[in-house]
């Protein structure tokens, strides 16, 4: 299997766009490729979920964490720099839709040899015991496809629960949702690796050859052009959450394509925010010239 060189990135935007460029450009032709990669702090969610219903509205509020949507399905993930993300990337099959097994059993057999007697559950997770470390997604353009996901090692897992947590008002969405499940770390299990990069290093060894892809020039500035022009958006990251009903004591806010379709409130007329993105820093400069800007702002968002 080849490694792929991802320049020793963590920003999470780059690492999403390198795997689309991927799964839609490489040669897949007798060539399996992995690539292993480490994010900063970030919450990625899964193509088809509403990012309102999935992320607890203190961070969205807060700006202290980035916000990602990948190109696969599946629920939505935390990840810092205490994950390690796998990647792999081959030639379509229809054998290898939802074959998480035919995928995912390198990566048990690594952590076996590194003393962690995992498996996988019916859900297509890694566990270790009755614990999740891993959780998995796909995609495919029927040209190639990708099965990716992450490995918990030491991971802020008090953040991870916060900023996934159900949020304390109703939220109406078709959106596909997350299951929840108990997680715990790798490093709880083993102490063979005390770092990530020992981690990220003992997989390398394990599920890569001696062959390494570095892109070219040209291939990175389409890779960072695709970060820019998709994965940091507005448009793709908020954008495309299925239509969202949030319903806050006096308001009832609905929201189609990332955009304020109708807000109802007893207490204020708030038509200026038709149209308007629902996201924090939108809604508040949106809000800024309002009698009350402040009070309404902590209600409607």
Known sequence: ????????????????????????????????????????????????????????????????LKFCRRISGGGTVYHDIGNVCFAFISRFSEQKINNYRFFNQPVVNALAEAGVTAEMDVRNN????????????????????ISHGTILFNADLNTLRSCLAENDFKIETRAVGSVKSSVMNLMEATDKFSLVEELKGFLVQHLAGEEVYSFSNEEWYAIQNLADEKFR?????????????????????????????????????????????????????????????????????
């Not at 920003?11 to 490729?33: F, Q, S, T």
Request: glycine share 6%; aromatic share 12%.
């Open 1 to 64: 299997m080849i490694l792929v060189d991802n320049r020793n990135n963590t920003d999470p935007y780059i690492n999403l766009a390198i795997e689309e460029y991927l799964v839609r450009y490489a040669d897949c032709i007798g060539k399996d490729y992995v690539l292993l990669y480490v994010n900063e702090a970030c919450i990625v969610v899964g193509k088809n979920q509403s990012i309102y219903k999935e992320i607890n509205f203190e961070y969205l509020r807060n700006g202290k």
């Open 233 to 301: 958006t507005l448009e793709w990251i908020y954008g495309k959450s299925p239509a969202t009903k949030i319903i806050k004591d006096e308001f009832e806010v609905e929201v189609v394509d990332g955009k304020v379709v109708s807000v109802q409130s007893a207490k204020w007329s708030l038509s200026n925010l038709i149209g308007v993105p629902y996201q924090f820093n939108e809604i508040q400069n949106a809000l800024n010239s309002s009698p009350h800007a402040s009070e309404i702002l902590k209600a409607v968002f």
């Open 126 to 145: 890694i566990l270790f015991g009755t614990k999740k470390i891993s959780g998995s997604a796909q995609f495919t353009d029927r040209k190639n496809i």
